[in-house]
């Protein structure tokens, strides 16, 4: 039969350490909205000279951060270059369209996965509009 085990290591087995660096300062950075409904989470452009790109696994942060009690909306803040910020969403919330939030930013994407792009800010500066645009969202 199929083994359980193998399957898992298949699929999430033979990281670098690296990535569990990312993860675990990923993690350590997770911001709390409103009951904890939203969490945040950054990446710096410093954190990316020290983790290489292979490593950043960012898609384990939103799988632990979306199945917390409570938790409807992760995001990823990742500051690319000084002139660029990407923002990644994910939810399991079938009242929430991402897609749609992220179109009011000029991106896009799926109800439960989507994202967009900021130029000239700061990751501080798109965290607060990112909390600010969940309040009504959230129901706040």
Request: charged share 30%.
């Amino acid at each position: 039969g199929v083994s359980p085990n193998k399957v898992f290591f298949d699929i999430n087995g033979n990281r670098k350490f690296d990535t569990m660096t990312h993860t675990a300062r990923a993690i350590s950075r997770l911001r709390r909205y409103y009951g904890d409904r939203l969490l945040i989470t950054f990446d710096t452009m410093k954190d990316f000279e020290e983790v290489p790109k292979e490593c950043r696994n960012i898609d384990l942060v939103y799988q632990l951060a979306l199945s917390t009690e409570n938790v409807r909306v992760i995001a990823a803040v990742k500051e690319e270059n000084p002139e660029k910020i990407t923002v990644g969403l994910r939810t399991r919330d079938e009242n929430i369209d991402l897609g749609k939030f992220c179109a009011g930013f000029g991106g896009g994407g799926h109800r439960k996965a989507a994202g967009f792009m900021v130029q000239n800010s700061t990751v501080e500066a798109v965290i607060e509009s990112i909390v600010e645009g969940f309040r009504p969202v959230l129901g706040i």
